[in-house]
């Protein structure tokens, strides 16, 4: 699969762009455990042209988190333009993502993200003069649609690959599901199988396992899958489907190649490149809403307490005293 000149191989992974989520720490550790691209948190264009600093801080990009795509969102042209054209000279990103998909309400609310999909004229506005205004490939991600009754991706697909987009990612649920009930894939292998299509197709949604992953690839034929939510606090992850994807015969206990202290010492890790490459302060509220989410806690009895210590830690110190104790925890039950 390619976007542009940017070659990413068979059946690519991607890290989906999360608010909140996807800092420079955690992006870097996906990156090394296999994932094809990354994706910055989205990025408002607004404040983006205001200079907030805030947001000009998600622009921070490293070398070995390349490829990286940085997302933006609004809902006026100008603006979304003028956004696009500074992410492209301060940041140099290899993508750039103009994010019609996101469906919490102050955002969607306001007509941006997901909200887009009331306004389908504005939003190919938006896309046709922010792919003429920059050189950076230009792709876009969205839903089904607005609700149930409003299921517009086929037609949409068709209209964004005209405005000149590079590739399309969809999550299978419309703005009104949220992220309730199940993805529907029928939608995102329909456009992938419109022969009008020539555009790479990348399917996100409920995608957790490596299984869920190949099942994903198989049955709709998609260019490459992004996995959003299953990636808190295990950017390893990668790793598992990677190995999974290039050797799907392999048993779970042959591709298991990180111990618990492997796994922990890369939380661990994570905390400290968010310190360096943000502050102590913001580094531990990224970090420790992982650490909060990670599936490796589950086997510590009444994980509640410790969970709110560490959603409550202001200091690295206290941060990673709670990680070893809960590595000596998990440990003494292993025995």
């Not at 068979?10 to 992006?27: K, N, Q, S, Y």
């Not at 599901?177 to 529907?184: K, V």
């Not at 996100?204 to 606090?233: H, L, Q, S, W």
């Not at 796994?263 to 502050?279: A, G, P, S, T, V």
Request: charged residues 25%; hydrophobic residues 40%.
């Amino acid at each position: 699969m390619r976007i542009e000149n940017i070659d990413f191989g068979e059946r690519p992974v991607f890290l989906a762009p999360m608010e909140d989520v996807t800092d420079i720490g955690f992006r870097m550790l996906c990156k090394r455990f296999g994932a094809s691209m990354v994706y910055t948190e989205f990025v408002s264009a607004e404040a983006l042209v205001r200079s907030v600093n805030s947001t000009v801080r998600k622009l921070t990009i490293a070398d070995e988190e390349r490829p990286v795509g940085i997302q933006i969102y609004g809902r006026d042209v100008p603006q979304m333009v003028e956004a696009a054209q500074i992410v492209e000279q301060e940041a140099h990103p290899d993508v750039i993502d103009l994010n019609f998909g996101c469906p919490v309400k102050k955002v969607a609310g306001k007509g941006a993200g997901a909200g887009m999909l009331q306004n389908i004229p504005l939003l190919l506005d938006i896309t046709r003069e922010v792919v003429k205004a920059v050189k950076t490939p230009v792709t876009v991600k969205t839903r089904l649609g607005w609700n149930q009754q409003q299921l517009v991706i086929t037609t949409l697909a068709e209209q964004l690959q005209d405005c000149g987009i590079k590739a399309l990612t969809i999550h299978g649920r419309t703005r009104s599901q949220m992220y309730t009930g199940e993805a529907d894939w029928t939608l995102i292998g329909e456009v992938k199988n419109n022969p009008r299509i020539n555009i790479p197709i990348i399917g996100n949604g409920d995608i957790t396992t490596p299984e869920e992953t190949k099942a994903a690839f198989d049955r709709y034929g998609v260019d490459a899958v992004m996995i959003g939510r299953a990636t808190f606090g295990c950017p390893w992850i990668f790793k598992d489907i990677r190995g999974y994807l290039d050797n799907p015969g392999d048993s779970v206990e042959c591709r298991a190649t990180l111990s618990l202290d492997d796994k922990i010492d890369i939380l661990e890790e994570q905390l400290r490149i968010n310190i360096e490459r943000i502050d102590e302060y913001r580094g531990i509220l990224h970090t420790r809403r992982h650490l909060a989410n990670s599936p490796i806690f589950k086997g510590i009895p009444n994980f509640r307490q410790t969970r709110i210590a560490m959603l409550r830690a202001e200091k690295a110190d206290e941060l990673l005293e709670i990680l070893e104790n809960c590595r000596q925890t998990l440990k003494q039950n292993i025995q």
